[in-house]
T-cell receptor, first 115, second 112 residues
Framework: DTEVTQTPKHLVMGMTNKKSLKCEQH?????MYWYKQKAKKPPELMFV???????INESVPSRFSPECPNSSLLNLHLHALQPEDSALYLC??????????????FGNGTRLTVT | DAKTTQPPSMDCAEGRAANLPCNHS???????VYWYRQIHSQGPQYIIH???NNETNEMASLIITEDRKSSTLILPHATLRDTAVYYC?????????????FGKGTHLIIQP
């Protein structure tokens, strides 16, 4: 069990669909993250939110649209994805201050398959 | 750019101590060493972190050399459930959120 909850656990979508991934944490963390992980590869950072504002976008294509409606929730809106976007999408959270001493806590991810 | 170097894979017998090395020869004074592990199909799990001193918690011990250019994660009594990919990550301190940059990690296999 983790303190970061991601839904759904699995998602299959067509290339013309619009879907959203959701992430929730109740640890009072003010930094939240989206990562993408392809099979047999390490996680790759996509986005960082700090106090509900987007602070880092790692040149992610616009078909991925993040949203942080409040300090506990993080969404990733998906539109017009390609089969190569199939991956495990991981959410994480941490304290925003004193980041050296603030571990990231990860959810167990959403396994996305684009058909 | 990879800031850490780890062996791609290691074996360890069940019940023995697993010692996982990590080289971070270019580490700066304000950078912390973090260890995570990822069991198949789960999210990365935080294990331990440190700056200069050795650290111990209920999961593991972290030994950092005096010059801070390398470290060792020690799982004192490995079990089959410790089979996972272990990531050693260097992270700069300070304020603000920055994420973690994962390298390829070490695939630790615990043998019965």
């Amino acid at each position: 069990d983790t303190e970061v909850t991601q839904t759904p656990k699995h998602l299959v979508m067509g290339m013309t669909n619009k879907k959203s991934l959701k992430c929730e944490q109740h640890m009072g963390h003010r930094a939240m993250y989206w990562y993408k992980q392809k099979a047999k590869k390490p996680p790759e950072l996509m986005f960082v939110y700090s106090y509900e504002k987007l602070s880092i976008n790692e040149s992610v294509p616009s078909r991925f649209s993040p949203e942080c409606p409040n300090s506990s929730l993080l969404n990733l809106h998906l539109h017009a994805l390609q089969p190569e976007d199939s991956a495990l999408y991981l959410c994480a959270s941490s304290q925003e201050w004193n980041r050296g001493n603030s571990p990231l806590h990860f959810g167990n991810g959403t396994r996305l398959t684009v058909t | 750019d990879a800031k850490t170097t780890q062996p791609p894979s290691m074996d360890c017998a069940e019940g023995r101590a697993a010692n996982l090395p990590c080289n971070h020869s270019t580490i700066s004074g304000n950078e912390y060493v973090y260890w995570y592990r990822q069991i198949h199909s789960q999210g990365p799990q935080y294990i331990i972190h440190g700056l200069k001193n050795n650290e111990t918690n209920e999961m593991a011990s972290l030994i950092i050399t005096e010059d801070r250019k390398s470290s060792t994660l020690i799982l004192p009594h490995a079990t089959l459930r410790d089979t996972a990919v272990y990531y050693c990550i260097v992270r700069v301190g300070g304020g603000g959120a920055d994420g973690l940059t994962f390298g390829k990690g070490t695939h630790l296999i615990i043998q019965p």
